[in-house]
Structures are given as structure tokens and as C-alpha cells.
């Protein structure tokens, strides 16, 4: 819908914001002094309006998390009313809105996933479900895949295969990195996707016998990589990363904090393969992101670990009403408004041939992947070479127009290196999605300026 433009008196209130942020918000990410957050005055479904009054389309979700929209009623009611009930209780209790979500996502979750820790969000989710596993296992290496991002605490920042990981890495973590596949920018030197996905898996057993089996307690993969590029993974791998962590005794962890909860157009990206992890860390779009919450869903055999032995872990705000109320609402507005229907549909129909068709016409596009509403947008500055627009781990001065040009015209982009992402609400409208592609079109023009080879 268009929605009501603020206020004046909404517009001051913002501009006030902005100033006091600038004295006192210290921004994650960030030099401090290099940084100009834009304010947001008000959001309502798939607008937001910014510090000037100036409406986005917002295609980015936020960072991926508001996957139905910003204040949808049903869930912000759902909020008021357990508010009005009862704002908070100790993990140790039990609660009606945090069984009611346990046992959604016990529901939704594959296979026997059927039990539920709760935390604040994803890296703690990541984390415990490491801890789980190597408690489950008496192991302690961890592997996880280069091109990956799972959280910003001390484990999961060092179980990230990114260049955010460099600074924070002090070497202590037990977690070693392998390459998934990733056929544009193939380590194995593969053609084909076959030969990726095999080089792949070989690669992997590799790197299993060599760390020695029994040293290594779990495998940590996002099943559909995100902030990294929206890797899909080819036919056949996700099932023999299955085969293979079962045939050394180690844990599938699979993190689903951005690419669960309807993302990739099924309620589990593992669903696309009929693949079940014996543990799922979730957050992001659990709830839209309207109150803070991740979790771990937990097999049979991990969970009997614990039925004699305490888990020695927790957190005060594990399972926190207000968040499981949202997430009750969340999950249940999904499910009855067809949300992730429309995610698949308008993914395949609309999404998909407009980004096959940027390829075709500019020259910045690499490549363009990605399902449902997940896609990624590759730009270059070469395409023979693959030289990335931006170089990987840094900003660069042609993303910088890329994404100044998308805010000027009424798109909130999602940029990250050299990629555009196209990560809007899963229920957006068909002529939203048509008009923030549209935008899209044009900024690539932008980027096709800075194109070394024509
Ligand atoms: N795992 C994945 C795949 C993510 O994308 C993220 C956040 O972007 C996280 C974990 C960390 O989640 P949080 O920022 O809620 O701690």
C-alpha cells in the first residue's frame, strides 16, 4: 500500500534521533566517523520512510529478518497482548507463548527435530548448537565453510568464512574452514555443476580424514549461504554433506538463521533437498525480527544426551514471552496468508527472469542466482576475468553510487561487496517486487559505468 507520509512533528522527532545517535550510538561494523546511519521515522509493510520524509521500497528486509513486513498487525497485536499479560518470566518456567512456538517449529522443522532451546538470536543459537555437539560427541573441531557468515560473538565470528572473521580470529577456536561449492568462482576448477558438486564432497572427505574423524565433533553449514552470495547449493551435495557427516559420527549442523523461516520459497531451505540436520539454528525471520529471538532445534539422538546429564548452558532471556508471542504470529500469518507460496512463485516468475534478463543487457552482471526470495546480483568489473566490482572484504566507490542511486530513486538496496541482493518480504506485492526491479535496472547503469572492459 502507499501509506501516510509522516508527520512534521514525526519528521522533528527524527532529526533529533539522528543527532543524538551521532553523539551516543556506537554502530556495529562501523568506524564511527566515517559512518551517516539513515534515520527511520516509520515503517509500515514493505515502505519505510527516511530522516527527509523520503519513501523506500525496502528491499533488503533490514539485515534479512523482517520477512513479513514491517508491523504487520496481527503480529504487532499479538506483542500488545502478551504484553498486557505478561512481559517476562524465567527460563526455568513454563509459558504459553513459548510452548505454542516450541511446538510450531517442532511441527515445521524436518524429520525428528522435535525439541526446542530458545536464545536472543543467531550467534547464540550457532554457538549452542556447537555446544550441543560437542558435548553430544566428547569432540572439539568444528568445521565450516569459507564464503559463510554465521554470527558476530567470539565462536560464531570465528566459525564465519569471511573477511569479518580476520580481525576477531585469535586462533583458539577449534573451527577449520573448508571450500563449499561455488561454481562462478570454483576453488575446484569444476565445469560443470557435477563436477563441482563431486570435487566438492571429495575436497570435504578430504578434510574430514586428514583432521581426523574423531577429532571433530560437528559441521557447521548454512544451507543456502547469504550474506556470503547466495550460493544454491548444486544437486547432490546438501545429500552427501548428510552422507558423509553420518558415516564419520559427526553433527550436521545446519544454520538457517537467514535462509529458514520461508526465505528460499519452503519453510527450510534443507526441505529443497529433503536433507535432515541433527541440529537447525534459526532466527531472523522466526518472528520478523520484531523482538529478538533465534533457537536450536534438536534431533532425538542430541537431545537423549541430555535427559540424565544437565546441558550446562543458558541464557536469563531463553524462550522470553514477548519474542515467542511474535513468533506464534509470525508463523501463523505466514502459514495462513500463503506467504511462502508467494515467496516461490514471485521468485521463479518475476525475480528470476528479470535478474536473467540485467545479464543479458549490462555488463556489470556477473552472474545472478539465487530461489524464492533470495537472490544475489554479482557485479564485475570484467566479465572474461570475473574481476569482483568491489573487492571482497572492503567498500568501493562504485558500489557507493550503486546504492546512492537505488535510495534517490525509492529503493532501500542490500548490498554487500560486490553484490546486490534482492531480499524483499517474502508477501510483497507483484507490482512492488516489478517497480523495486525496475529501480534496480536502472542503478545498474550506474554500475555498468564502471566497467573496465565493455
Ligand atoms: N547465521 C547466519 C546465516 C546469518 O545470516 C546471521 C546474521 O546475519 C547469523 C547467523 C547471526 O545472527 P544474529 O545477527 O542474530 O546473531
Redesign the pocket.
Known sequence: GAGTAPTEAELAAGRRAHELDRAHVFHSWSAQDKINPMTVVKAEGTRLWDGEGRRLLDFSSQ??NTNIGHQHPKVVAAIQEQAGKLCTIAPQHANDARSEAARLIAGLTPGDLDHVFFTN??????EHAIRMARLHTGRKKVLSAYRS?????HL?INATGDPRRIPNDYGDSGVVHFFAPFLYRSYFHAATEAEETERALRHLEDVIQLEGAANIAALLL?SVP??AGIMVPPAGYMAGVRELTRKYGIMYIA?E???GFGRTGKWFAVDHWDVVPDLL?F??GVNSGYVPL?GVAISGAVFDTFRERAYPGGLTYSGHPLACAAAVATINAMADEGMIENAADLGERVVRPALEDFAARHPSVGEVRGVGMFWAIELVKDRGTREPLAPYGSSSQAMDAVVAFCKENGLLPFANFNRLHVVPALNISEEDLREGLAILDRALDVADGFVDAP
Do not use: I, P, R
Open positions: 539485515l534479512v538470536g543467531g550467534a547464540d543459537a550457532v557468515y554465521h554470527g558476530g560473538t560464531a548454512e547469504g550474506t544454520d538463521v537467514m535462509a539454528a532466527a531472523k533465534g
